[in-house]
């Protein structure tokens, strides 16, 4: 199973909105609304931010949206702020019953 | 408050055995899956293995299938990776991670502070 593909870096401005991607296949991203977004701050423990493609566990910022279409899902930052400068990851339920990640994006905030 | 504490990690020569733990508290244990996630150093998130709450199903990635094995000890609210005929490509932090809900596993709400694996001679 290759991971799921995402761009290796992305910045923005404080306040502005960035959008960071993640590229799979039918048998992945494309097959099922499985898609979850994790943060991951230097030295830190992976923090869910969405699941099931949009929805948003307890606590987590409305800041943090998710979409899918087709075999490509997306994560949206709004109102980008300092603390939002982290890794993040996409995973995917797959059709051979395991979980493939991206391999991270980098986000920088200018 | 939920809470995942692993331990077992270290030096290991290839071709070696390890078994790492992760003693849960704060939730039904029995009644989530919980999985086990990987990092290498400087490198990506990496899903390993996840055993179903009830029932044991158990699913692995096929980098590691046939050399791991995950198990559970409701008794001792305790997840357990077996890991054999270790490999340099195995060094990495270990995470396990709890399914958010109790049905489903594919999204982790919370993780351990994950333990070092290091495969080296």
């Known amino acids: 199973q290759s991971a799921l593909t995402q761009p290796a870096s992305a910045s923005g401005s404080p306040g502005q909105s960035i959008t960071i991607s993640c590229t799979g296949s039918?048998?992945?991203?494309?097959?099922?609304?499985?898609v979850s977004w994790y943060q991951q701050h230097p030295g830190k423990a992976p923090k869910l931010m969405i699941y099931?493609?949009?929805n948003r566990p307890s606590g987590v910022s409305n800041r943090f949206s998710g979409s899918k279409s087709g075999n490509t899902a997306s994560l949206t930052i709004s109102g980008l702020q300092a603390e939002d400068e982290a890794d993040y990851y996409c995973?995917?339920?797959?059709?051979?019953?395991?979980?493939?990640f991206g391999g991270g994006t980098k986000l920088t905030v200018l | 408050e939920v809470q995942l504490l692993e331990s077992g990690g270290g030096l290991v020569q290839p071709g070696g055995s390890l078994r790492l733990s992760c003693v849960a508290s704060?939730?039904?244990?029995?009644?989530?899956?919980m999985s086990w996630v990987r990092q290498a150093p400087g490198k990506g998130l990496e899903w390993v293995s996840t055993?179903?709450?009830?029932?044991?199903?158990?699913y692995y990635a096929d980098s590691v299938k046939g050399r791991f094995t995950i198990s559970r000890d409701t008794s001792k609210n305790t997840l357990y990776l077996q890991m054999n005929s270790l490999r340099a490509e195995d060094t990495a932090v270990y995470y396990c991670?709890?399914?958010?809900?109790?049905?489903?596993?594919?999204?982790?709400?919370?993780w351990g502070q994950g333990t070092l694996v290091t495969v080296s001679s």
């Open positions: 995973s995917s339920y797959t059709s051979s019953r395991t979980l493939v």
């Open positions: 991670a709890k399914e958010l809900f109790n049905s489903g596993w594919r999204r982790f709400d919370y």
């Open positions: 055993m179903i709450g009830s029932g044991g199903n158990t």
């Open positions: 039918s048998s992945d991203i494309g097959g099922y609304d499985y």
């Open positions: 099931d493609v949009n």
């Open positions: 704060g939730f039904t244990f029995s009644s989530y899956a």
